[in-house]
């Protein structure tokens, strides 16, 4: 069974432009999570979908962070514009009884 | 606001010693998780703590679950240097989101 797919690895952005991160789950997996690791600490939660729609996005930073989720299977982390503070991995995981999470890789953010 | 705190957060011991990492979360939660993270790698799922008293062991690993303290402790016997890693505790309460703790930074040294 393929595991959560994230794209890219890897980005490294100046200050001010924006940057946008994808998520493939694993099949069948309703609910979708991004979460934001700063280097040195644990994963917090961005937001949370289930299916397409969202279930938790209080700690998304609306002004410049949005997401989406729109036919219930990808999903799309964006940011704009970015600040040197959004330096961290973005991690996307998928569950498909909310009892167990499954982590992608990961994308690293360097804002310069 | 459930706030969970591992201790210590660095950890450097040497290999075929015991050491133990504890996790303490502020509120009462329904379940409880370990994650193994290697460096630029994602989170691994070690265990799932969801009762007063549970104990779950795997290989040096071994996870046990006191819901009165509100504590969690991960042991690890005879270290390897396998097991050099970042573990990371979190805790679930009802719906609500997954809280993680920061995090031990283990390093076991030959």
């Known amino acids: 069974e393929a595991g959560v797919a994230q794209s890219p690895r890897y980005k490294i952005i100046e200050k001010r432009q924006s940057v946008a991160f994808w998520c493939n789950p694993i099949?069948?997996?309703?609910?979708l999570y991004w979460y934001q690791q700063i280097l040195g600490q644990g994963p917090k939660l961005l937001i949370q979908f289930q299916n397409n729609g969202v279930v938790d996005d209080s700690q998304l930073p609306k002004d410049r962070f949005s997401a989406e989720r729109l036919k219930g299977v990808d999903s799309t982390l964006k940011i704009q514009p970015a600040k040197l503070e959004d330096s961290a991995v973005y991690l996307c995981?998928?569950?498909?009884?909310?009892?167990?999470?499954?982590f992608g890789p990961g994308t690293r953010l360097t804002v310069t | 606001e459930l706030k969970v705190e591992q201790n210590p957060l660095f950890l450097s011991m040497q290999e075929g010693k015991n050491y133990t990492i504890y996790c303490n979360y502020s509120t009462t939660s329904d379940r409880l998780y370990w994650y193994r993270q290697d460096p630029g790698k994602s989170l691994e799922s070690l265990f799932v703590?969801?009762?007063?008293?549970a104990v779950k062991q795997e290989g040096r690993l071994m996870a046990s679950l006191d819901t009165k303290a509100r504590l969690s402790t991960l042991h690890i016997t005879a270290a390897v240097h396998d097991l050099s890693a970042t573990y990371f505790c979190a805790v679930v309460r009802g719906n609500e989101k997954l809280t993680f703790g920061t995090g031990t930074r283990l390093t076991i040294i030959p």
């Open positions: 099949s069948g997996h309703a609910t």
């Open positions: 995981a998928s569950s498909s009884d909310g009892y167990e999470q499954y």
């Open positions: 703590l969801l009762s007063n008293g």
